[in-house]
């Protein structure tokens, strides 16, 4: 295969349209390796200046089975893909070439900065980045030939100038989480993870109220918590309380009172309060965008560029516009607002969306020099400022690799809705990026729903199936439904959940249907049931258990060897813990 033979494959440096072709021989690619990782660094030899499109480096013949199982990242939290190398498959509902307008090259699909193959049932192969300071790292594939590319984004490297690249891993093995978990460990070298003491638990009023969210809205759900279920920490305030897009501090017409007052009565009332800002964007009628345009992404034209103009233009009140984050007024503004929130609203908690925005490629920034990762993460360094070394941070539709380090928790999937189509790809986004968890930050795979709402049809099983799936992330609990309505039994379900394990499900196999966690006294087995009809699931036992069932309270007897479940329903669930019976 021709893949394993990595090291001795060919690297090459394209330059940017309308270079002298002689130039590149004399722009030298080194790679050295130490184990299993490869660290690439870029000379400029010539006496004249180069721009360096990109670097590939290495490329050549795949040679793999047509319908060999894989996983590529996307450079976007939204972007996953799977499948086969003949038949591959986006994952969830968008993708970064059609969605966000990200380069794609026929005949080659585009991965971001981790690739696993499923070689045969018991050997996996991992290329990934384990570094992301300054340059995006991408693998082009198709079933014959792949590149393992750098984005240099046309950056002059000067006469004699050296760059240190981002650092690579090449590794096999049987076990693919064992390759994750030393991928997690690599990644962590180069970019230490902000730790936070617990995985948070609490409530989130988007599912429920959306844009049109009130103070009236949080009150009635703090007082139904405090009631049903104190545990739930953190009551998230989700976009809607602003006027507008980017005037962060400026709160809407539904609270009269404003944030600040807001904040100090959760407080009060024994709950943390939560946040939601978009650091990246504002709107054309925000006062940030009138008065202070040149702290955006300019077009050619020296005007505010809008995110229309390159990808995706915005979920709510678009286009949007991007603040730079290579310029000084910007973060000197994020820090500000950060600030503000964390000392004088009392807020230590906030949910970061629209981060894609940040890192998106065209326009011309301030710094002109910096790459649109360097600009992300600057503009990230402001936030941390001005939030304090005592807040969390919560990343969602991030860039996921030019975030490493930056947040301490991190959503993994889109956002859930009550149907079934939704239900079952948010569930397996986040399985994919399981390993994650408790390794680069604290995963998020989004709210718990527990009830339907008008025109959602969502039955018991696939309430269940969704529960199940969360407790299998291992990461944060949030609710979002209309809590002051929930029943007993949904408050039950809620309570059952608690307190958090905070381990992420291993899978037994690419299927995701069998998830385990090792737990002091013995086992959680996470058992799923994708398909449409009804299906038999063996579950493999090493020796002999006891087994309960979580949901139903149902004592399962003793089994050893294994377990079967006939007949486990269309989209359902179970979740079972596993005591080792006595010698």
């Known amino acids: 295969m021709a893949i394993l033979f990595l090291r001795d494959m060919p690297g090459s440096v394209r330059l940017e349209s309308g270079s002298d072709k002689q130039l590149v021989n004399n722009v030298r690619l080194s790679r050295s390796w130490q184990g299993d990782v490869c660290q690439p660094t870029l000379t400029n030899l010539n006496a004249s200046p180069v721009r360096v499109r990109e670097v590939v480096l290495f490329h050549g013949e795949l040679d793999l089975l047509s319908d060999c199982p894989w996983y590529g990242e996307g450079y976007q939290m939204l972007s996953q893909t799977s499948g086969s190398l003949m038949m591959p498959e986006s994952i969830g509902s968008y993708n970064d070439y059609e969605h966000y307008k990200l380069e794609q090259r026929p005949p080659f699909l585009t991965v971001y900065n981790l690739l696993t193959l499923q070689l045969v049932p018991t050997r996996h192969l991992l290329l990934a980045f384990t570094s992301c300071r300054r340059f995006n790292g991408l693998f082009r594939i198709n079933p014959d030939t792949f590149e393992v590319v750098l984005d240099t984004e046309g950056l002059?490297?000067?006469?004699?100038?050296?760059?240190?690249?981002?650092?690579?891993?090449?590794?096999?093995?049987?076990?693919?989480?064992?390759?994750?978990?030393?991928?997690?460990?690599?990644?962590?070298?180069?970019?230490?993870?902000?730790?936070?003491?617990?995985?948070?638990?609490?409530?989130?009023?988007?599912?429920?109220?959306?844009?049109?969210?009130?103070?009236?809205?949080?009150?009635?759900?703090?007082?139904?918590?405090?009631?049903?279920?104190?545990?739930?920490?953190?009551?998230?305030?989700?976009?809607?309380?602003?006027?507008?897009?980017?005037?962060?501090?400026?709160?809407?017409?539904?609270?009269?009172?404003?944030?600040?007052?807001?904040?100090?009565?959760?407080?009060?009332?024994?709950?943390?309060?939560?946040?939601?800002?978009?650091?990246?964007?504002?709107?054309?009628?925000?006062?940030?965008?009138?008065?202070?345009?040149?702290?955006?992404i300019q077009d050619d034209k020296d005007q505010p560029l809008s995110s229309a103009a390159i990808s995706f233009g915005g979920w709510r009140n678009p286009p949007w516009y991007m603040p730079d984050g290579t310029h000084p007024g910007v973060q000197d503004y994020l820090e500000r607002v950060f600030r503000t929130m964390r000392e004088e609203w009392g807020c230590h908690y906030f949910k970061l969306d629209a981060l894609t925005w940040g890192a998106l490629p065209g326009g011309r920034r301030h710094n002109q020099t910096a790459t649109r990762v360097e600009a992300y993460r600057q503009g990230m360094a402001a936030v941390l400022r001005g939030a304090g070394d005592d807040s969390l941070l919560l990343g969602c539709n991030a860039p996921l690799w030019p975030s490493l380090g930056t947040v301490h928790a991190m959503r993994v999937s889109g956002d859930i809705a009550r149907r079934w189509s939704t239900v079952a790809t948010v569930a397996h986004e986040t399985f994919w990026r399981n390993w994650q968890h408790g390794r680069l930050w604290i995963n998020d795979p989004d709210c718990v729903v527990l009830t339907n709402q008008k025109g959602s049809k969502l039955t018991s099983d696939e309430i269940q199936f969704h529960a199940t799936a969360i407790a299998a992330s291992g990461g944060m609990l949030l609710s979002g439904d209309r809590v002051e309505n929930l029943s007993d039994e949904q408050w039950s379900v809620l309570r059952q959940l608690l307190p958090l394990i905070g381990q992420a499900a291993s899978f037994d196999d690419l299927s995701q249907r069998v998830g385990r966690v090792q737990v002091d006294d013995g086992q959680r087995l996470y058992l799923f049931n994708w398909d449409d009809r009804p299906r038999d699931l063996v579950v493999p036992l090493d020796g002999g258990w006891r087994l309960s069932d979580l949901w139903s309270g149902d004592d399962l007897g003793k089994h050893e060897g294994a377990i079967t479940l006939t007949q486990m329903p269309p989209h359902s669930a179970r979740l079972l813990l596993a005591t080792p019976l006595a010698d």
């Open 156 to 296: 002059t490297l000067q006469p004699g100038e050296r760059w240190t690249l981002e650092e690579l891993m090449f590794t096999q093995d049987e076990n693919r989480d064992a390759l994750l978990e030393r991928l997690a460990e690599r990644i962590q070298h180069n970019h230490p993870r902000l730790t936070w003491p617990e995985v948070p638990t609490g409530w989130c009023s988007w599912y429920g109220y959306g844009p049109e969210v009130s103070e009236q809205n949080i009150q009635a759900a703090m007082g139904a918590i405090g009631k049903a279920l104190p545990e739930l920490k953190y009551i998230q305030i989700d976009d809607g309380y602003q006027r507008y897009l980017g005037d962060w501090l400026t709160p809407g017409t539904r609270f009269p009172r404003g944030i600040q007052a807001l904040c100090h009565e959760i407080r009060d009332q024994g709950f943390e309060p939560a946040i939601w800002v978009a650091p990246f964007i504002a709107e054309r009628d925000s006062q940030l965008l009138k008065e202070h345009p040149d702290w955006f």
